[in-house]
């Protein structure tokens, strides 16, 4: 038997719309507008871990991702005053956020590599690797586990758009109706691009973990 | 009862529940009857539990401090601008900004064509002063000027000297003339009549008043035959 999805219910999309201190969501926005410090503390109280959690995922670089999450909040706030509340605050955040990392990976895609060929003698795929500091933090080798970083690697190799769906997901655990408000696709795409990303990590790590652990990769119960 | 196509299409829908009940029972079945499917299935689990089990990345402390910063920054800057005269101030900020940006690429250029043509005009214009000159019917535009000789018909037989304030009318013509009591106002009968014979046949430029002529008063010294002088 599956888990059952996790959908917002009314009580809980209430819940989730409770801000204390400050009532329901509209009267949030009202401080925010009003320039009420408290409303952007609680403002970021709730949302900078996984807004930092959602851009860490979608750049693979957490370094970049401190300034990405600055541009996102930066935007919030800018736009708080012509946010009309078309969506919630969650989402209409989080499609920022995801823009924002898409807009920063792109452009990465696109200027990084020249910046770091000009004046180099050596050429070859892996001058990037060693020039770039790629090196585990201390936070990485404390938390080292060969399966945990198999899925990381996994998860940054996949195609970016089944990625997104994928970890707002499984990482945010966000309703379809929320990842589908957030990438501004219908329904029927969001599961799809679940469908394939969840398919393109099952091959991935099929690749990585069975050739070298012998992993059978089958579903065992106790009693086996 | 689905084939394996149909559920393999499902399972990731499957395990979100976001399947119908009647679809639901038939996968389940399907899953109990196909062993590729099952063991599919149970990676694709395997899969979804280990993305959810990854470890959430702390937020390092400075992007925090960053963060409240910029929030700091932005509700000061947002109550600079709350109610009527914010929102004014504000306006005005944005004018002066749209202005500023539309002017300052054609500042340089405007400015340094203006130094360029006061410069090249003070270099001509030292070269074109010597054809300005005066010509003889202007009509002096000066606010006040006085009356002038045009041509004299001179009558005095003698050597003398002779100086008479005439006043001339708007049309240069001589209405009245005395002799100042310091230039010999004790001319004889005679030599009254042969002045005024003389200031007859004289013409005058009459005086002016921002271009309109306009009668007036004008000092004139006869020395002789072929001299006159004349002092307004």
Same mark, same amino acid.
């Given at each position: 038997m599956p888990p059952v999805d996790r959908e917002f219910g009314p009580a809980e999309e209430a819940a989730a719309a409770h801000w204390p201190g400050f009532g329901d969501e509209e009267q949030l926005l009202e401080r925010l507008r009003a320039g009420d410090d408290a409303a952007y503390e609680a403002l970021l109280e709730r949302f900078q871990e996984p807004v930092y959690q959602l851009v860490c995922r979608l750049i693979n670089d957490p370094g970049e991702a401190g300034d990405v999450v600055q541009d996102v909040f930066l935007k919030v706030f800018r736009g708080v005053g012509s946010f009309r509340g078309q969506s919630s605050l969650k989402t209409w955040i989080y499609r920022i956020a995801v823009n924002e990392a898409h807009n920063r990976r792109r452009w990465f895609s696109r200027h990084r590599k020249p910046e770091v060929d000009l004046g180099g003698e050596e050429e070859g795929p892996d001058r990037l690797e060693r020039l770039s500091d790629r090196g585990k933090t201390p936070y990485d080798w404390t938390l080292n586990n060969e399966m945990r970083t198999a899925i990381e690697e996994a998860l940054e190799g996949i195609n970016p758009v089944f990625r997104s769906a994928v970890v707002l997901r499984d990482l945010e655990e966000l309703s379809y109706e929320e990842i589908a408000d957030i990438l501004d696709v219908s329904i029927g795409t969001v599961k799809s691009r679940i469908l394939r990303g969840r398919e393109a990590l099952r091959r991935a790590l099929i690749e990585r973990l069975e050739p070298a652990r012998g992993l059978s990769f089958l579903p065992q119960t106790a009693s086996d | 009862m689905m084939d394996c196509q149909q559920v393999k299409l499902t399972l990731s829908a499957f395990q979100d529940g976001r399947v119908l009940d009647s679809e639901r029972r038939d996968i389940?079945?399907?899953?109990?009857?196909?062993?590729?499917?099952?063991?599919?299935?149970?990676?694709?689990?395997?899969?979804?539990?280990?993305?959810?089990?990854?470890?959430?990345? =702390?937020?390092?402390?400075?992007?925090?401090?960053?963060?409240?910063?910029?929030?700091?920054?932005?509700?000061?800057?947002?109550?600079?601008?709350?109610?009527?005269?914010?929102?004014?101030?504000? !306006?005005?900020?944005?004018?002066?900004?749209?202005?500023?940006?539309?002017?300052?690429?054609?500042?340089? =250029?405007?400015?340094?064509?203006?130094?360029?043509?006061?410069?090249?005009?003070?270099?001509?214009?030292?070269?074109?002063?010597?054809?300005? +000159?005066?010509? =003889?019917?202007?009509?002096?535009?000066?606010?006040?000027?006085?009356?002038?000789?045009?041509?004299?018909?001179?009558?005095?037989?003698?050597?003398?000297?002779?100086?008479?304030?005439?006043?001339?009318?708007?049309?240069?013509?001589?209405?009245?003339?005395?002799?100042?009591?310091?230039?010999?106002?004790?001319?004889?009968?005679?030599?009254?009549?042969?002045?005024?014979?003389?200031?007859?046949?004289?013409?005058?430029?009459? !005086?002016?008043?921002?271009?309109?002529?306009?009668?007036?008063?004008?000092?004139?010294?006869?020395?002789? +035959?072929?001299?006159?002088?004349?002092?307004?």
């Open positions: - | 389940e079945q399907h899953l109990a009857a196909c062993d590729a499917c099952a063991e599919r299935y149970a990676q694709l689990e395997l899969v979804r539990q280990s993305v959810r089990g990854l470890p959430r990345r =702390p937020v390092p402390v400075h992007v925090i401090f960053a963060l409240r910063s910029l929030a700091s920054k932005e509700a000061a800057r947002r109550r600079y601008y709350a109610g009527l005269c914010g929102a004014l101030r504000a !306006a005005g900020e944005r004018a002066s900004l749209w202005v500023n940006n539309l002017m300052r690429p054609v500042a340089l =250029p405007a400015a340094g064509g203006l130094v360029s043509a006061v410069f090249l005009f003070t270099l001509v214009l030292t070269n074109f002063q010597g054809i300005v +000159r005066n010509h =003889p019917d202007d009509v002096p535009l000066a606010v006040v000027t006085a009356p002038t000789v045009r041509s004299v018909l001179f009558d005095l037989s003698d050597d003398s000297e002779v100086t008479l304030d005439v006043f001339v009318d708007e049309q240069g013509r001589v209405l009245d003339f005395t002799i100042p009591e310091s230039f010999g106002a004790g001319a004889s009968h005679e030599m009254r009549r042969r002045l005024a014979a003389t200031l007859l046949m004289t013409s005058f430029n009459p !005086a002016t008043a921002f271009g309109q002529p306009v009668s007036g008063w004008v000092r004139v010294k006869f020395r002789g +035959r072929s001299e006159i002088d004349v002092r307004g």
